[in-house]
């Protein structure tokens, strides 16, 4: 295995552990030590790839959104009519809003945003680029599909 191919094996594993980590024990209180040791790496594994748990904590939310809109958009330009792509996104989205993993990390996200003003601005960064381009998947699909949300299917 290449040693880039190394690094993003390591990096997975640390964000699945944290992913688990963080969701099983909160933000707080989860730790580096865990995170690591339940990824079968060491500290310095861990801080040859972040600069500490807050920097992996935001790299996990941001690695999660990235994973969220790259399937979005593999949907929207799958060879589907539109109105088939459109039932294939309300699919994933009920899907994925009942993902208790991911709701907690993202319930800790939120927290650290009101709690901590040393990441407050890296979190608005990363929720408004989030934000920027999931607008711009739903412009596509409803462009696309000339239909109008229905509010009662949510």
Same mark, same amino acid.
């Given at each position: ?13 640390? #964000? ?21 040791? @339940? ?22 939310? @941001? ?8 399937? #979005? ?34 319930? @800790? ?41 229905? #509010?009662?299917?949510?």
């Amino acid at each position: 295995m290449k040693r880039k191919e190394s690094q993003q094996l390591t990096v997975s594993r640390i #964000l699945d552990s944290a992913e688990k980590n963080f969701s099983d024990y909160g933000f707080h209180a989860a730790s580096v030590e865990t995170i690591t040791m @339940e990824a079968g790496y060491s500290r310095g594994a861990f801080y040859s790839n972040f600069e500490n748990k807050e920097d992996l904590f935001l790299k996990l939310v @941001e690695n999660r959104m990235n994973q969220i809109l790259m399937e #979005l958009d593999l949907i929207l330009t799958s060879e589907l009519p539109p109105n088939q792509k459109l039932e294939h996104i309300r699919t994933y989205y009920r899907k994925n809003a009942q993902n208790p993993k991911f709701a907690l990390i993202m319930s @800790e996200f939120f927290q650290l945003a009101i709690r901590s003003h040393e990441i407050k601005e890296k979190i608005r960064k990363i929720n408004r680029v989030y934000n920027q381009k999931l607008a711009s998947i739903v412009d596509h699909i409803f462009n696309d599909s000339k239909e109008k949300p229905a #509010l009662s299917s949510y």
